[in-house]
Nanobody, 129 residues
Framework: QVQLVESGGGLVQAGGSLSVSCAAS????????MGWFRQAPGKEREFVAA????????YYADSVKGRFTISRDNGKNTVYLQMNSLKPEDTAVYYC??????????????????????WGQGTQVTVSS
């Protein structure tokens, strides 16, 4: 079982930067591919970024590519999402997620919500125009 706690959300002006973090419990964090998703008011939750267990592979939604960077520190059991050049349409609750039960040799990342087993409670990011 993994517990995930996001932090670092807040209010930022358009064009600004913000970093959100997700701290995971347990000693096996390095075995979990991780992902970030977001849900804007009145919209469905959508994929933002994903990272493999080692951090060697990453993948981004087209809407954030070139602006957002996902990374992880397995020694600190934490995954990060650095967000630059923020736009009002980036306003959403940001969730991190962990995928369990993958082979030890896998360096896959996952982009579908149903592929993730554990979710955090979310952190609000608001971008003002």
């Amino acid at each position: 079982q993994v517990q995930l706690v996001e932090s670092g959300g807040g209010l930022v002006q358009a064009g600004g930067s913000l970093s959100v973090s997700c701290a995971a419990s347990g000693r096996t964090f390095s075995s979990y591919p991780m992902g970030w998703f977001r849900q804007a008011p009145g919209k469905e939750r959508e994929f933002v970024a994903a990272i493999s267990r080692s951090g060697g592979s990453t993948y981004y939604a087209d809407s954030v590519k070139g602006r957002f960077t996902i990374s992880r520190d397995n020694g600190k059991n934490t995954v990060y999402l650095q967000m630059n050049s923020l736009k009002p349409e980036d306003t959403a609750v940001y969730y991190c997620a962990a995928r369990g039960g993958i082979p030890v040799y896998s360096e896959r990342y996952y982009i579908a919500q149903y592929e993730y087993d554990y979710w955090g409670q979310g952190t609000q990011v608001t971008v003002s125009s």
